[in-house]
């Protein structure tokens, strides 16, 4: 069982940054992909970012070169570092916990808001 927990949300003006953690308890966490998504008002949720037990990662198109995703074993985290963010990257962010790089997520967090103002 894997548990994920996201933290570091919060309001930033466009153009600024933020740093989300997935912290996650149960010792298998290492052994999981985990990914970023996101879900805006009124859109369907979206994958953002991943990140394998190898470190073989993912990224949507519209975050590529801005977003860079990363992860810590020895502190069981993830990290996702939001560089440039827009409006358009307003949204709750997810993380979740699974067998496979972008697909099959099993385990999910609470979410932690991103608000980016103009």
């Known amino acids: 069982q894997v548990q994920p927990e996201e933290s570091g949300g919060g309001l930033v003006q466009a153009g600024g940054s933020l740093r989300l953690s997935c912290a996650a308890s149960?010792?298998?966490?290492?052994?999981?992909?985990v990914g970023w998504f996101r879900q805006a008002p009124g859109k369907e949720r979206e994958i953002v970012a991943a990140?394998?037990?190898?470190?073989?990662?993912y990224y949507a198109d519209s975050v590529k070169g801005r977003f860079t995703i990363s992860r810590d074993d020895a502190k069981v985290t993830v990290y996702l570092q939001m560089n440039s963010l827009n409006p358009e990257d307003t949204a709750v962010y997810y993380c979740?916990?699974?067998?496979?790089?972008?697909?099959?997520?099993?385990?999910w967090g609470q979410g932690t808001q991103v608000t980016v103002s103009s």
């Open positions: 979740a916990a699974g067998p496979r790089l972008v697909e099959g997520y099993t385990y």
């Open positions: 149960g010792r298998t966490f290492g052994r999981h992909a």
């Open positions: 990140i394998n037990w190898s470190g073989s990662t």
